[in-house]
């Protein structure tokens, strides 16, 4: 079935620098959403994209539906950015959402 | 904006009974309703894709008799773990969106299972 890999599994960073997070995708997915899983378990909203990038803040997002794969950019990580962040792809079989394994990203002073 | 709420937040049942959980959409129309587990150590597994008016859609592993979903109208819809057992213990979310097949979905807190 289709299936979205995503990765680093973890990440740790130091205040102040930055990193990507990738998800790639075994075939042609129609939009993706990243997420942020916060201490309460809730999953934030971060990006909804069906094509090219967005940028909220220090977060940037991309997604290239032909290569199959979508990116999550970080600058400038601050200690309130740690936490489990997890992409997801909607397939167009009826809009369903396959979800990445989840990256962990720490953040250290 | 779009909110979802989900509760319970949290229940302990014993193994073997059932357990009901919510959804509560506000701010749009919730054409669309997913179902979704996060089991320890996993990533997010659909259970089903209910839409209005619609048969409900069950994944692989996952049946009506077990999870029955309830999906009356453009703001509500509920999903019971009937008979639940250790393997049905997880994090319980539901994730909707208005149209149908594409859009963002929204999510709720979820409803966290555990089974004695």
């Known amino acids: 079935g289709d299936q979205v890999e995503q990765s680093p599994s973890a990440l740790s960073l130091h205040e102040g620098t930055g990193s990507a997070l990738r998800c790639n995708f075994t075939t042609t997915m129609r939009a993706v959403q990243w997420f942020r899983k916060n201490s309460r378990g809730s999953l934030i909203n971060l990006f909804y994209?069906?094509?090219g990038t967005k940028e909220n803040g220090r977060l940037k997002s991309a997604f290239d539906s032909k290569e199959r794969y979508s990116t999550l950019h970080i600058r400038d990580a601050q200690l309130e950015d740690s936490g489990t962040y997890f992409c997801?792809?909607?397939?167009?079989?009826?809009?369903?959402?396959?979800f990445g394994q989840g990256t962990k990203l720490s953040i250290k002073p | 904006g779009a909110l979802v709420y989900q509760y319970p937040r949290r229940t302990i049942c014993k193994s073997g009974t059932s357990m009901r959980m919510e959804c509560q959409a506000v701010g749009f129309q919730a054409t669309s309703v997913a179902w979704y587990r996060q089991s320890p150590q996993k990533t997010f597994e659909l259970i089903a894709l209910?839409?209005?008016?619609?048969?409900?859609?069950?994944e692989q592993n996952f049946t009506q008799e077990k999870f029955p979903i309830s999906h009356p109208n453009l703001s509500f819809s509920s999903m019971t773990v009937l008979n639940a057992y250790l393997e049905d213990r997880g994090l319980y979310l539901c994730?909707?969106?208005?149209?149908?097949?594409?859009?963002?979905?929204?999510f709720g807190e979820g409803s966290k299972l555990t089974v004695l």
């Open positions: 994730g909707a969106r208005e149209g149908t097949g594409t859009g963002q979905l929204y």
């Open positions: 994209l069906a094509s």
């Open positions: 997801a792809a909607e397939g167009y079989n009826q809009g369903k959402l396959i």
């Open positions: 209910s839409t209005v008016n619609s048969a409900i859609k069950y």
